[in-house]
């Protein structure tokens, strides 16, 4: 601490504590008005934070429920579109099987058409079934007629087949029947000669229309719309009709390329689909290489919450506005009432500074503006016991001026009185820290309380303090050393209770015996 520092952290202890005093008595005296504040805002904010929670979860909710809605109809869909693919399989795997083991000859292939009219009778979903022999030339067909001279060879399907040792089932592009007229999809099989080679194509053809029907049907919001793609990004129908879009390659759309990351797994999530956020519900069509996509705009799906959440809304601006306009004016009366009691707070406050000064005055030493015997008391009990709860050591120094007698014999009581300063002033300069406390314990006798240090420390301090002295150089004709010199008497150790300090003084008073008995201007310990 420098000068002044012993009035200093008097008075702002002393004035932290009167001001917390204060405080304490000004919020007992003005709670109405912070409290109605406080109130209204959080009668406010808890509204505000309700209603957001419930709108946010019912939307979640809203999200949620259309999401299972469009599961459950993409795979509704999915799977009544396997059974039809099943379905025209089935036939096929049956044909094949039946031409591979009999032949072509003309018995055969009247058997053939006759079972194949039967079979169509039976499957509302196919428009037709078909057998080409290797050159594309019409074999038999389900309408019972011969096709003379009518050649497929330029179909999609039947290039496949001849071109590829597959013998799974293949689904095709999009086509014209030239029976029929109508738009179908090709369902076909590979025809192959006791040697492996293409001997032809068997060729079922679903109804577009057989699924144009249930879709249209869906009521899946505005914008939304029903996909049947093949996995390679062929569209093969698409809900609201076009038929400008059958067979129209969709690969790089952002619905598909994220279905292609996921590998066509039956899921729902949300994807971007002509620039707006769509809920996108993907089955796949059992094992086949199809897939049947459900989009719904997303805002279109909201379109009942937004509504809730607008009167919602609404709702809650009239009772916060309520809310306000009655805390208003309920400040407005707590206002009033604090002006009057402003100014009897205003002078407790100057009571209480007032206190405060007396009080700093208790604990100062009038001469040297150290602290006081009656604060060192005080402190070093403090001091103690924290030592000793933490278990750090506490260091004590006791100083003595010496031949301080002879000295006022001499120089006389005015002089003695200023040197007392100068001993007091060095003191202070060899501190170090803020909790270390300098008082006055009687005449020219100091004592330095050092928390937190040990011997070494205290040692060090201690010939600071006396160097300093030392070297102010005020005559002393009656000191060997002829200036004004002190005597130091150290002790440092963990007390063991609070009362443990009167122990280090007792010690560090010993030392400072030792120390004059030494032969003085120097520590001991």
Avoid at 66 to 81: D, K, P, V, Y
Avoid at 400 to 428: C, E, M, P
Avoid at 494 to 508: I, K, N
Wanted: with cysteine.
């Amino acid at each position: 601490m420098k000068r002044d520092g012993a009035v200093a952290l008097l008075r702002k202890e002393l004035g932290r504590k009167e001001n917390a005093r204060f405080g304490r008595l000004y919020g007992k005296r003005r709670p109405v008005k912070a409290a109605t504040i406080s109130l209204v805002l959080l009668a406010c904010l808890a509204a505000a934070v309700i209603l957001v929670w419930s709108l946010l979860h019912a939307r979640a909710l809203e999200l949620a429920n259309a999401r299972i809605a469009a599961s459950n109809t993409s795979l509704t869909l999915a799977t009544q579109a396997n059974s039809s693919f099943n379905v025209a399989d089935t036939v096929l795997v049956s044909l094949v099987d039946k031409i591979e083991a009999e032949g072509w000859s003309e018995l055969n292939v009247d058997r053939l058409r006759t079972l194949m009219a039967k079979q169509m009778a039976h499957l509302p979903a196919l428009q037709g079934l078909f057998v080409y022999d290797d050159t594309g030339r019409w074999i038999a067909n389900s309408s019972g007629r011969k096709f003379d001279g009518r050649n497929n060879s330029d179909r999609a399907y039947f290039q496949y087949h001849k071109h590829s040792r597959d013998r799974g089932v293949h689904i095709g592009s999009p086509i014209i029947g030239r029976t029929s007229g109508a738009w179908v999809l090709p369902v076909s099989r590979r025809i192959e000669h006791p040697n492996g080679s293409f001997a032809g194509v068997a060729l079922a053809t679903i109804r577009i229309d057989f699924y144009r029907k249930i879709y249209e049907r869906l009521d899946l919001g505005p914008d939304g719309e029903v996909l049947m793609t093949l996995n390679d990004g062929t569209l093969l129908l698409r809900s609201p009709f076009d038929a400008r879009e059958l067979g129209r390659n969709i690969a790089s759309s952002p619905v598909f390329l994220q279905q292609a990351r996921q590998g066509f797994a039956t899921r729902t999530s949300v994807a971007e689909h002509d620039g707006e956020a769509h809920i996108v519900s993907h089955a796949r069509i059992g094992a086949y290489p199809v897939g049947i996509t459900l989009l719904q705009d997303q805002d279109a799906v909201l379109a009942g919450w937004r509504h809730s959440a607008m009167f919602a809304g609404t709702a809650l601006l009239l009772l916060i506005a309520g809310l306000l306009l009655l805390g208003r004016r309920v400040v407005r009366q707590v206002n009033l009432r604090e002006q009057l009691e402003g100014e009897l707070l205003s002078t407790k406050a100057h009571l209480e500074t007032a206190n405060t000064a007396l009080s700093t005055m208790a604990y100062i030493d009038g001469l040297t503006e150290l602290f006081n015997r009656r604060y060192y008391e005080l402190a070093l009990a403090r001091e103690a016991g924290r030592a000793s709860r933490n278990g750090a050591s506490l260091a004590v120094l006791m100083l003595d001026v010496d031949f301080f007698k002879k000295y006022n014999d001499r120089y006389g009581h005015q002089a003695g009185d200023s040197t007392l300063k100068a001993v007091a002033q060095s003191i202070q300069r060899g501190l170090r820290r803020s909790g270390d406390l300098a008082a006055r314990y009687g005449g020219e006798e100091f004592v330095v309380i050092l928390p937190d240090t040990d011997l070494a420390g205290a040692r060090e301090v201690a010939e600071t303090i006396r160097v300093a002295l030392q070297s102010r150089a005020i005559p002393h004709a009656d000191s060997p050393l002829g200036v004004v010199t002190v005597s130091i008497g150290m002790c440092a150790a963990v007390p063991a209770s609070a009362e443990g300090g009167a122990d280090l003084v007792a010690q560090a008073d010993a030392a400072l015996y030792r120390a004059k008995e030494a032969g003085r201007n120097c520590s001991a310990s």
